[in-house]
């Protein structure tokens, strides 16, 4: 948040194994709910700096770090394991501990929403929209419908 410059590269510089023994991307759990804990500090922060007026993080920069934040717990929350799209097949957040989830995420979506937020459209907007509400069993079927609606079109493309 304070860096005086950014560099970029025009390359990958990584190469993450998603299914390797001992990731935490193979297992459900409890541990996933720390990008929650994460955010909340980083989005603390900014909102503090953003309401002292200081000139470096703008509701710009508000904005941008709350669309990641929420991008990545739906993200979280949505994942199966892989080569499933079942509620039931799990993923990250495991079926008894969904509810708490998503009403956490929840919570961020309120309390960091910024002022003038516009919802993105598609399915996107949609699923921010029922975080926004509350509506959690709606979201819950939401995706595997729009999985199964991506694979039946033509060319499997939404």
Not at 77 to 95: E, K, V
Not at 112 to 121: A, K, T, V
């Amino acid at each position: 948040m304070d860096a005086k410059r950014l560099s970029v590269l025009n390359q990958i510089c990584y190469k993450y194994t998603k299914d390797r023994d001992g990731s935490a991307m193979t297992e459900a759990g409890t541990g996933h709910f720390s990008i929650l804990k994460s955010y909340e500090v980083v989005l603390d922060e900014i909102s503090e700096r953003v309401d002292r007026g200081d000139s470096a993080l703008t509701p710009a920069v508000r904005l941008a770090f709350f669309q990641r934040a929420i991008w990545h717990y739906t993200t979280v929350f949505d994942a199966c394991r892989p080569g499933t799209h079942s509620l039931r097949a799990g993923g990250f957040i495991a079926p008894a501990d969904r509810r708490r989830y998503f009403n956490e995420m929840r919570a961020h979506f309120i309390r960091y929403l910024p002022p003038d937020y516009h919802y993105p459209g598609g399915f996107r907007g949609i699923k921010y929209w029922l975080i926004k509400i509350k509506a959690y069993r709606a979201y819950s079927i939401l995706d595997p419908v729009n999985k199964l609606r991506v694979r039946a079109s033509p060319g499997g493309v939404s």
